[in-house]
């Protein structure tokens, strides 16, 4: 028996990174035992190391009938785009369980609020997709290490970014770049919060970033389209993960990663990265970098580990700041913004942020 499944584009676009090897090892929607393993010990029920769940929800109708089936077909818009081999139907808890991703299950927390707006029935499985144009204009694990391996570049750093360009990233880029052969600028330009900065204001940005200040240095940037879970430490390595994938030998982690308010320590997303570095090697190593700062006293961008100054010459990197200036299209201080990367975003109008 066979039932058949609408989905929405979010959950083709899990399909397609399952499919592309994005989400490897994963080859479906994770099954309870996946899940639950996840859940508590930040591993697949195989051992390897995976901190954010994967997983397929329906409706109840959905579920009831997943339970005498074998087959779920998978439809978007209508037309048939794949299937799911079911190997399990399970319930989740959403009020313990996302506590454990997010270490809150308050509603105020942009990630919670959005996992609770899906419904609690899970189906797992392997999928496959019988529509190869849905790979493309996706970004391929094949094409990105066939482009750094033509490079000749052997270590490769990998930057996470769900913002534009500023001073203090830079910094981190170039410091990658010193310790890489190359630099892999990977923004996600996925589902993000009301009030975040739109996908264009991050791609134009880094467009003029690599025109004026990269040019004719080994940096490759493309985008990686996945949500935004804003899960902290667990995000983090789930982001290093994907880039281990893409063939990224190195992974910047900075302050406060995939972070949101105050749900997180600054450099908890560090000491979960060390954990996991001492007890499995997971095929990536980690550059865990300080927050960058400007200080009046060096005269340049710097950090704790290169800096000791008292704070009278410190002056920190605000990115809600920044965002404010943008958001009245000012221009941030020239000491935490590239002039032509303000120039890029402010062109936008009021397309430069995410509305409801």
Known sequence: ?????????????????????????????????????????????????????ITLDVDNETYNNAKNSK?????????????????????VNLNTDLKKIFKTNQNEHPGVKKENSRN???????????????????????????????????????????NPIHKAHEYLQR????????LFINPLVGWKKEGDFSEEAVID????????????????FDVVKTPMRYAGPREAIFHAIIRRNLGCT???????????????????????????????EIGIKFLLMKEPFYCHKCNQIVSEKTCAHSDKYIE???G???????????????????????????????NKFIRS
């Open 1 to 53: 028996m066979k039932t058949n499944y609408e989905i929405d584009s979010e959950t083709l676009q899990d399909c397609i990174n399952i499919s592309s090897g994005l989400f490897y090892p994963l080859d479906g929607f994770m099954c309870s035992s996946d899940y639950y393993s996840v859940l508590n010990d930040m591993k697949l029920s195989t051992g390897s190391t995976w901190t954010i769940p």
């Open 175 to 182: 410091v990658a770049l010193e310790e890489c052969d190359g």
């Open 250 to 280: 190195h992974f910047i982690i900075g302050r406060d990663h995939a972070g949101v308010g105050n749900y997180y320590g600054k450099y908890e997303a560090h000491k979960l990265a060390a954990e996991i570095r001492t007890s499995e």
């Open 320 to 350: 809600t700041i920044i965002r404010k200036m943008l958001s009245m299209n000012k221009h941030p201080d020239e000491l935490f913004m590239r002039k032509e990367v303000a120039d890029a975003i402010i062109k936008l109008g009021d």
């Open 205 to 220: 940005g880094y467009k003029a970033m690599l025109k004026y200040y990269f040019k004719n240095l080994n940096v490759y």
């Open 316 to 318: 920190r990197i605000s």
């Open 71 to 91: 087959i779920l077909n998978l439809f978007f818009k209508k037309e048939k785009i794949g299937y799911l081999e079911i190997r399990d139907c399970f319930e």
């Open 120 to 162: 609690k029935y899970r189906i797992g499985g392997p999928i496959t997709l019988i529509k190869d144009s849905f790979l493309k204009n996706n970004l391929d694990p094949k094409i990105t290490r066939n482009f750094f391996s033509k490079q000749g570049w052997k270590t490769i750093a990998g930057f996470q970014t769900r």
